[in-house]
């Protein structure tokens, strides 16, 4: 750990650091409003009502549509992508911007070591809500943004971070994410993407721990039930269900489904349990929150 003289440093040269990226452009991403964590005070952007209707997912009571079963069976493969503290990315040869220990984004076990996520998990960020990822310096010595396939190995996924019935926090299964495999492929760029989880230091893979849910390339139609297990902030897993307010193209929409920063990349699931989209993005407040159809998706994957 750094001692509280070293932090202050740190945080001193961090901050002379984050000026040099003035001339640096920021990757881009297809949404303005995608559900990644935000360091200042969450906006409820994403909230669909006047109150969060998430709950925890082994405390959940039954009133969100789908039955205590279906969240029991289903949620297993709901897994959060968080990053490793500052000491670790520093040993890695990063310098660790603002997001170390951060829970980031939210995923799901399609394989027994293949994780489906949103694209935009592992951009580089240098932004106006303070959110600086991991970075080097060049050649030239100015800060440089890393590439998705450095930020996306620095990440760690937890399996199982959620409250028992007594409302204690469990202990994760966690893996080191082993390599990117699929980011925006194709044309369009599609904002997915899909990784490869090492395996654990007993020798197991991820699948050993929770069933992957299944795939299903379908086509979405409104009025559909749908249900997203999701790490809203970050936090321990929670379920939340609605339905499907319209599809446009590979765009599924939904006004009714709350989700927070965080909870990119999460799957939003048919009633049947089976993978139809990807959560990307929240503006419930505006006009509805959004995700990518599994169909879409399937188009370009070679993976699925």
């Given at each position: 750990?750094?001692s509280?003289?070293?932090?202050r ?40 009502g ?51 220990g ?10 027994e ?17 303070g ?40 202990e ?18 599609l ?68 989700t ?45």
């Open positions: 750990m750094l509280s003289k070293h932090h440093i740190a945080a001193a040269c961090l901050l002379i650091t984050l000026a040099g990226f003035a001339s640096v452009v920021v990757a881009a991403t297809e949404f303005d409003r995608i559900d990644l964590p935000h360091l200042n005070p969450l906006k409820p952007e994403s909230l669909c006047i109150r969060d209707s998430m709950q925890d997912v082994e405390l959940y009571d039954g009133t969100l549509g789908v039955s205590k079963e279906f969240v029991s069976e289903n949620a297993r493969s709901t897994v959060r992508f968080r990053w490793p503290d500052d000491q670790k990315i520093i040993d890695e040869g990063y310098v660790p911007g603002t997001v170390a951060m829970g980031w984004c939210t995923g799901t076990l399609v394989h070591a293949m994780v489906l996520t949103a694209a935009h998990c592992f951009d580089a960020l240098n932004d106006d809500a959110r600086t990822t991991p970075f080097r310096y060049g050649n030239d010595g100015k800060p440089r943004l890393s590439d998705p396939r450095e930020l996306a190995k620095l990440q760690l996924v937890d399996i199982g971070y959620q409250r028992d019935p007594s409302r204690q926090v469990r994760p299964m966690t893996f080191q994410v082993k390599r990117l495999v699929e980011h925006r492929p194709g044309a369009n760029h904002d997915f993407a899909i990784v490869e989880l090492e395996k654990d230091a007993d020798g197991k893979l991820a699948g050993d721990y929770a069933a992957p849910s299944p795939v299903a390339p379908r086509t979405v139609v409104s009025g559909e039930p749908i249900v997203i297990f999701q790490h809203p902030d970050g936090k321990p897993k929670m379920v939340e269900a609605g339905t499907v307010k319209a599809v446009n193209g590979g765009e599924i929409r939904y006004d009714d489904v709350d927070w920063g965080g909870s990119s990349g999460a799957a939003i699931m048919s009633a049947e349990g089976d993978v139809i989209g990807v959560h990307l993005a929240g503006n419930c407040q505006v006009s509805h929150n959004e995700g990518i159809s599994a169909q879409a998706i399937a188009e370009v994957s070679d993976e699925l």
